[in-house]
Each structure stands twice: as C-alpha cells, then as structure tokens.
C-alpha cells in the first residue's frame, strides 16, 4: 500500500525559510518513475491550492504564483521529495499536503502537516 | 491561474441526490479530459472520487458520478448518506503541467 508522510517543522517565523519532506513507502523502484510527486497546501478554511510537482528524472512545475519563492527536489536514494518555500508570511499559514499526481489525478495523499508562521 | 467556482454549500436528506458544480474556462475544466473532484472530511486528507471527469477508482461507490458539458463540470452524488457530509473540490488539468482547484462546496446532509 502506498502511504506519503509528511515531516515539517510546525512554526517558523516570518521571513525564514520553509523546509518540508515527504517520504515514500509501498511504491517499488521500477514503478517509482511512473509518477510525478506534488505539494499541495490549504490554508486555514480555504481551498486546496497546488504548488508544485516534480518527475522521478527531476523534471519540475511550479504554480505561478509561488515560482519566484518555491524549490521542490528529489531525493530516489531516500524515496523522498522536499519543498523549499523562502521569504515565508502569515499568509503561508497552512496545512501542506504531499500527494502523488498519476495520470493528471492526485491520487494519493499524505496526512498533512500544520505550518505555522507566526514571531 | 484563477481557482476555479463551485458553489459555497448544497444539502440534501438522506436518499436524496445533489449535483456540485465547478465552472472554469476553454484553458482547463473546457480544455483536457483531466478534470478529478476529492472528498476532504474535516481534519483529513482529500480522496479522489472522479477523474477524467466522468472514472471512479476502484473502492469508490457508484453512488458518486461526473459530468461535464463546455466548462462546467459536476459531480453528482446520490442515494445521499451520512458520511457523505464533507468537503469536495474539483481540480482540472490547466495546460503546461499545471493544476488548478476549485473553491471547495461543503454538503451538509439535513
């Protein structure tokens, strides 16, 4: 069974930079490259709203909307991928989901992790 | 990229059917056959009911149904249960790789 986990740090403050990791299990090496990964975030009674998704050869998207402040990377070695988010305000107060994009759907989800940006 | 519009709330009694909408543009929900809805009860993660507008995953009851016609898609739920009471977002391809949500529709079940 396919499981995502996310792992963050809870709270950071205003203006640091965001580091979030989500770790892979159930998916074998020869179908790894099948899929792409993404990040999706939801803040607090809002939309769903995605940021970005990477390929297994590294290839990655960004929504527009965070390009300019959004890195995700890929880790095979570790069956894990991260996201970078620079320059954090409240307004990135969310909870940040990993998910798994097959054939253009989301099909499975991490359990989320709460972000906090507050001093 | 513009979220895409889905109606605040619906509701319906048990039994009953209710129809979501989700209304976007020729560049996404009008444009690819990848428009995908999920389920968010609260405090969990989102499950794909529909993709490709109109497939179900398997373990998806066929109580759950989707539609399209130019850019609006909807997602039809009927026999209406309990459990169905939640959140649902539409999403669609947007060309170029990426993704768009809609604005989410809570249905309460009277």
């Known amino acids: 069974q396919v499981q995502l986990q996310e792992s963050g740090p809870g709270l950071v403050k205003p203006s640091d930079t965001l580091s979030l990791s989500c770790g892979v299990s159930?998916?074998?090496?020869?179908?790894?490259?099948?899929?792409?990964w993404s990040w999706i975030r939801q803040p607090p009674g809002q939309r769903l709203e995605w940021m970005a998704s990477i390929s297994y050869s590294g290839h990655t998207d960004y929504n527009p909307s965070f390009q300019s402040r959004v890195t995700i990377s890929m880790d095979t070695s570790q069956s894990q991928f991260s996201l970078r988010l620079i320059s954090v305000t409240a307004a990135d107060t969310a909870v940040y989901f990993c998910?798994?994009?097959?054939?253009?759907?989301?099909?499975?989800w991490g359990q989320g992790t709460v972000l906090t940006v507050s001093s | 990229q513009s979220a895409l519009t889905q109606p605040p709330s619906a509701s319906g009694s048990p039994g009953q059917s209710v129809t979501l909408s989700c209304t976007g543009s020729?560049?996404?929900?009008?444009?690819?056959?990848?428009v995908s809805w999920y389920q968010q009860h609260p405090g969990k993660a989102p499950k794909v009911l529909i993709y490709?507008?109109?497939k179900r995953p398997s373990g998806v009851p066929d109580r759950f149904s989707g539609s399209r016609s130019g850019n609006t898609a909807s997602l039809t739920v009927s026999g209406l249960r309990a459990e169905d009471e939640a959140d649902y977002y539409c999403s669609a391809y947007a060309g170029d790789n990426k993704y768009v949500f809609g604005s989410g529709t809570k249905v309460t079940v009277l």
């Open positions: 998910a798994r994009l097959n054939h253009l759907r989301f099909d499975v």
């Open positions: 490709e507008v109109t």
């Open positions: 159930g998916v074998s090496r020869v179908s790894f490259p099948n899929y792409h």
């Open positions: 020729s560049s996404d929900v009008g444009g690819y056959q990848y």
